[in-house]
């Protein structure tokens, strides 16, 4: 394990060198300025996080591709004897239409598979009163399953602790009869298969506390989630494939679709307050990698089985909820700097915290470098527009930071078997093609955002944690300009700076910035119901579940 560690280190290291020296190489001629000088160290900054993915999209390619289609045995017999096991879904003002459908198919398949009666379904309410709608949801959901008594509901009068002191809350008052629990989200789609896979797993093998399941997005009508995960399966394939063969069982925990053995956890992932003054209050908003790191240091292990198989969520419908998601994240990594002295830490814990703080503090770096790039523009215009140089650093940070994506459509391509699953490989270079502009158009416009609420969040304002949307909607040209004219603004001041050194800068730095042109109009397009309409039509970004359904 170490020998794979000291891998990862050594392409994160190799990789991000390459892309320091790349850009040093164009920005050399003609002296430095302060411009060029700011420019090539905020990128310093920022390419140890290109060089990680670069690591784990490389190894989890590599891993994928030996492997073939000798697939882990992680589909095992489950023992003949499960022990008692709480689905627990945790809810806050939601629409109960959407959450009980799928624990309905998810209890009666383990009735079909025979185990149903080593399971119950316990729903977590923190929703504010009145809460009389989910109340009666809930009771017709009972009233209609073949065992009424397998389905619990308990709501409690305060969020204390968020979703965290809510589980933690019942496992200190309601969970005597369970030793594993499965913790599913509101929008938490699992099958049978996969629900047995993990508890099969924490049976087996009793020194371990979590199992979690790559999770991927439910087929999706609406554009923006069904181009936006189209793009994340195939770079969290990669990605989850590397980080399961390094990290081992010091695995990651992303808080629900996994099977949890109660004792441990209880014993040992209570959270710690904050510090007094830390923005948004002393309760840790981001609980998964916390716990994780917590039972991972006293002795328990936590597995990640990269297997897509039955394990599903939701993704956000439309651009504005993709952004407050993204920033509700923001906020609660942040808090980890607060953490990194906490006692009992193994080095592995240590990194998760310190990855998931870095995954956003590096943010303000792209942007500076931008502006940066910018200043250089428009105040060096004597000399030529280094074009081929620039190109160089430009393609080579592409290629890097998007390594695990794009090596997973490369892995599908390959595959037979995975490129029939999505519906030939025409289907997988289309739909992966229109991805990859999405992506460079989003990534720009939400790098304004984040840095933006980093700023926010030093100068002591609060971070919220309001419950989300997750219905389809349309979003109106007033509510994108409202959200998004920041970037615009941006767009067209970084632009013109870059005209000012001709059209090779410009030609250069439209994959890289582009975005911010076009954030308005993007917002409304990927929001209206008839693109979605048109792509779902077409099979264009289709998963494999919508592609061969029930498979």
Known sequence: MLLRRLLVVLITVLGSLALDAALWAALAPGGWTGAKVVMLASFALATPWVGFCLA??????????????????????????????????????????????????????????????????CILSDTACPATEEEQAVAAFRAADRDPARIRYRRRTSNEGYKAGNVMDFLDHHADEFELMVTLDADSQMSARAVLRLVGALAREPRLAIVQHLVVGVPARSAFPRL????????????ATAVAWWQGDESCYWGHNAAIRIAPFRAHARLPLLPEGVSGGRHILSHDQVEAAMLAGAGWGVRLIPEEDGSFEANPPAFPEFVRRDLRWLAGNLQYRHLLGMPGLRPMGLWQLSQAILMFAVTPCYLVLLLAAAWAAATDPVSPFPLGDVLVVAVGWMAMIYAPKLLGYLEVLLSPDKRLRYGGAGRVILGGVLE????????????????????????????????????????????????????????LGVFAAFASAGPGAVLVALPLAGGLLVAIPFCVLTADPRLGAWLQRRGIAAVPEEVTPGR
């Open 436 to 491: 990859f502009g999405f992506t460079l158009i989003v990534d720009p416009i939400t790098v304004v955002s984040k840095t933006a609420t980093i700023l926010r969040l030093f100068a002591g304002l609060p971070a919220g944690w309001a419950p989300q949307n997750r219905a389809d909607r349309g979003v109106a040209w007033s509510e994108a300009t409202r959200l998004f004219w920041p970037q615009t603004v941006l767009g």
């Open 228 to 239: 936006f995960q189209f793009g994340m399966r195939a770079g969290m394939r990669t990605w």
């Open 56 to 121: 784990n999209g490389a190894i989890g390619f590599a891993i994928l591709i030996a492997r073939g289609r000798n697939t882990p045995p992680w589909d095992a017999e489950p023992p003949t004897h499960l022990p008692m096991t709480a689905l627990v879904v945790t809810v806050r003002q939601e629409d109960m239409s959407g959450v009980l459908p799928p624990l309905r198919r998810l209890l009666d398949a383990l009735d079909v598979a025979g185990v149903g009666e080593r399971f119950a379904a």
